[in-house]
């Protein structure tokens, strides 16, 4: 990806990049998308909904795989963007 800013990662960063409906391809943990807290699970349930509804693509990484241990180390979740979101940095994690 040549521009930083139309990558982002954290709860928090993803969750602005979705308000203002920028995510074009949402990356997940299966670890997050089924939580045993129940609305921590239902939270990403609602959120990988959304994100499809709004035109995005979801991949959900099995955390046995690799890459789903290597989403595991930055948060569990990251999103690419549509647009760039250069302010997104300054947001508190």
Known sequence: MQDPSRACYGPKHVEVAHERLA??????TDELFR??????????????????????????????????????TITGIAAILRF?????????M
């Open 35 to 72: 939580n045993s807290d129940v609305a921590t699970g239902k939270k990403y349930a609602n959120l990988v909904d959304s994100a499809k509804d709004s035109g995005g693509t979801v991949h959900i990484f099995s955390s046995l795989h690799v890459s789903g241990e290597q989403l595991a």
């Open 23 to 28: 995510i074009q391809t949402l990356l997940l």
């Open 84 to 92: 760039p979101l250069p302010d997104l940095e300054d947001i508190e």
